[in-house]
């Protein structure tokens, strides 16, 4: 089977030989063989694991995401986030550190849209102030 990962910044993964796949969803973990029938589901925080042609077991760490089985043997995922590693302590250490400083730049971001926010909301009470005080001029 064919197993592609990708996030909006490119392909994480990208395997031919995927001998089988467990993964999870909100019902429960799940696995994939070849030749599964056409699937779709949506992932949770997550971690995947999978055997390709040579017995490796790899693993990839995602933040959400579309699952997708076609033809029995095309495994497709699209995710805001990924993390691929050889083995579970390697990619905890990983996903720590990535998906901490992805946190930490999204609530400086948030936190940025919000003052954004409250001076545009301050701005317009301003103006509208200035109107009704104009109003009530003779």
């Not at 030749?35 to 790899?58: P, Y």
């Not at 996903?95 to 409250?118: D, W």
Request: a negative charge.
């Amino acid at each position: 089977m064919k197993l592609i990962i990708t996030t909006p910044f490119g392909v994480i993964v990208n395997s031919e030989d995927i001998l089988s796949l467990r993964a999870e969803d909100a019902t429960g973990n799940f696995g994939i063989l070849p030749l599964h029938a056409d699937f779709m589901t949506l992932l949770g925080i997550s971690v995947l694991s999978w055997r390709d042609a040579q017995e490796s077991v790899r693993y990839c760490a995602v933040s959400n995401g579309i699952f997708v089985v076609k033809g029995g043997s095309q495994i497709s995922i699209a995710t805001r986030e990924a993390v691929a590693g050889d083995n579970l302590a390697d990619l905890k250490r990983r996903v720590l550190g990535e998906f901490s400083v992805a946190s930490t730049l999204e609530s400086k971001s948030r936190l940025s849209q919000e003052r954004i926010q409250a001076e545009a909301i301050k701005r317009i009470q301003d103006y509208l102030h200035q109107e009704e005080h104009y109003a009530h001029t003779p």
